[in-house]
C-alpha cells in the first residue's frame, strides 16, 4: 500500500497567457488530494472498474507512470472538483508519485514533468503550472526566461518553460467558489481561436505576461497594494479574453471595498475568483451574500509527500509525513 497527497493550488496571476509560453504564478494550497495504490484483480479507482472517459487523469497517469500489473487506486479529496483550484493537478501528481513510489525512489521534478504530460494528453493543451506547483508546492513561478529560484526546464509544441520555485510570504486570500463547474480544456481551446484572430487578444496575453513579473516582486516583497491591483488588471484582462462569467464578476464585485485586489483563479468560465484581503471574515461574508462560497485557505504549503500512515489522513501528533525527494 503506498499513499501520497498533493496540494491543490491557486494561480495568482497569469492563467491563460501561460498556455502561451508567457509566466505565471501560482502558489499551492491547503486542500490535499490523497491517492493510495494497492494490487488488485482488475485496474479500479476505488474499487470500482476504471473506465478511460470517467478516470481520465486517473488513466492517463497509468500510462504515463505504471506500465505494472493491476492496481486500484484509492483517491480522496478536499478539493471541490471544478473550483479552479487544481484538482486535476493534485490527483494526477498525487497518482503518479504513488504509482513510482511503489515502483522504487520518488524524485520529484520526474513527477511533475510525467503529471504535466498527463494533463496535456488529457486536456489537449496545457502548461505544467498547475501540476508543477501541485509537485513542489509554496510558490511556482512558470516563466519563458530562467531566473531566481530556477528547478528545471520543460520544452512542448515549441512552447517553453522554466519552473522556479518562489517563497511565499504571510499572505491573505479568500477563495469564492461559484458552484460552476466548467471544463478547461474548451476554455483554453476559445482563447486560443481568440488569440489567433484578434491583434487585441495577442496584446492581453502579452500584458498578462508582465504583470505577472511585476507581481513576483510585488510578492516577494509582499507589498499588497501593488499585488493587488496587479490583480484587479488581470481580471480585466481575463475578461476580454471571454474567460469571466457573471458569477465571478459578482463575487469581484462584491470583495472590491474590502480587498486589495480580486479576480478569477484558474480556467475561469465559472470555478473560483480570490480576493487578497486583510478583512477574511468581512470578505467571506460579502462573497456568500453575493451568492457564492467563501473558502478559507492557507497558501504556501508544502508539496507533493509519501503519507507514512497509509490509511486515513494524517492527524494531529503523528509522526510527519515523509517530503518526497528534489
Ligand atoms: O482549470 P485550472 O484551475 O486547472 O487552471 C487552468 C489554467 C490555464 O492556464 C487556463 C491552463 C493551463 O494549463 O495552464
Known amino acids: 500500500m503506498t499513499r501520497c497527497s498533493a496540494p491543490g493550488k491557486m494561480i495568482l496571476l497569469g492563467e491563460h497567457a501561460v498556455v502561451f509560453g508567457k509566466p505565471a504564478l501560482a502558489l499551492a494550497i491547503d486542500l490535499r488530494i490523497y491517492s493510495e495504490v494497492v494490487p488488485s484483480q482488475q485496474y479500479s479507482v476505488n474499487w470500482h472498474p476504471m473506465k478511460k472517459r470517467h478516470h481520465a487523469y486517473i488513466s492517463a497517469a497509468l500510462d504515463e507512470a505504471w506500465g505494472g500489473p493491476p492496481i486500484n487506486v484509492d483517491t480522496e479529496s478536499e478539493i471541490p472538483s471544478g473550483s479552479g483550484l487544481g484538482s486535476s493537478a493534485a490527483v494526477t501528481v498525487s497518482c503518479v508519485a504513488a504509482m513510482l513510489a511503489r515502483k522504487g525512489k520518488l524524485d520529484a521534478e520526474k513527477v511533475a514533468r510525467m503529471a504535466f504530460e498527463v494533463e496535456n494528453t488529457v486536456q489537449g493543451r496545457a502548461s505544467p503550472t498547475d501540476t508543477s506547483t501541485s509537485c513542489h508546492g509554496f510558490g511556482v513561478l512558470v516563466a519563458p526566461e530562467k531566473t531566481d529560484g530556477f528547478l528545471w526546464r520543460i520544452e512542448k509544441d515549441k512552447r517553453q518553460w522554466n519552473i522556479h520555485h518562489c517563497d511565499v510570504p504571510k499572505l491573505t486570500f479568500v477563495v469564492g467558489y461559484t458552484g460552476i463547474h466548467a471544463a478547461t480544456g474548451p476554455l483554453v481551446a476559445k482563447v486560443k481561436k481568440l488569440v489567433d484572430d484578434k491583434d487585441e487578444a495577442r496584446k492581453a496575453v502579452d500584458r498578462i505576461g508582465e504583470i505577472v513579473l ?13 499585488l493587488g491591483s496587479l490583480m484587479n488588471e488581470n481580471h480585466q484582462l481575463l475578461r476580454e ?7 465571478l464578476e459578482k463575487l469581484v464585485e462584491a470583495c472590491a471595498t474590502k480587498s486589495y485586489g480580486a479576480k478569477l483563479t484558474g480556467a475561469g468560465g465559472g470555478g473560483s475568483m480570490i480576493a487578497l484581503t486583510d478583512e477574511p471574515k468581512e470578505v467571506s461574508a460579502a462573497i456568500a451574500a453575493a451568492g457564492g462560497e467563501p473558502i478559507q485557505i492557507e497558501v504556501g504549503c508544502e508539496g507533493a509527500r509519501v503519507e507514512k500512515n497509509s490509511r486515513g489522513f494524517k492527524r494531529p501528533g503523528e509522526e510527519p509525513a515523509q517530503d518526497l525527494e528534489d
Open 214 to 226: 511585476e507581481g513576483v516582486n510585488a510578492t516577494r516583497s509582499a507589498d499588497k497594494r501593488r
Open 241 to 247: 479574453l471571454g474567460v469571466s462569467h457573471p458569477m
